[in-house]
Nanobody
Framework: QVQLVESGGGLVQPGGSLRLSCAAS????????SGWYRQAPGKQRELVAG???????NYADYVKGRFTISRDFAKNTVYLQMNSLKPEDTAVYYC????????WGQGTQVTVSS
């Protein structure tokens, strides 16, 4: 059974940083592609950053140079380091692993506000 648990969200001032974590119930990230998505109120869920099983990364244009996706196989965890946060980054952030139809975590709230 695939379970994903996100953590690390919170309230941060503009220009600040957060690191999100997504812990999996098994060694999925070494085998399957994964990614971070976000959903702001009234908007559709959108891809923020992805990482392939081989380690190739891709980013949405609006986070390039500010966010970094990485993973730790020993901890079965994928991270999203977010720097230079902006108010428009406020959203619920979700982790996804691309097994079959895809599995999602419960999400973690990120609020960027002064």
């Amino acid at each position: 059974q695939v379970q994903l648990v996100e953590s690390g969200g919170g309230l941060v001032q503009p220009g600040g940083s957060l690191r999100l974590s997504c812990a999996a119930s098994g060694r999925f990230f070494s085998i399957y592609a994964s990614g971070w998505y976000r959903q702001a109120p009234g908007k559709q869920r959108e891809l923020v950053a992805g990482i392939s099983s081989g380690g190739s990364t891709n980013y949405a244009d609006y986070v390039k140079g500010r966010f970094t996706i990485s993973r730790d196989f020993a901890k079965n965890t994928v991270y999203l380091q977010m720097n230079s946060l902006k108010p428009e980054d406020t959203a619920v952030y979700y982790c996804n692993v691309k097994i079959g139809p895809g599995y999602w975590g419960q999400g973690t709230q990120v609020t960027v506000s002064s």
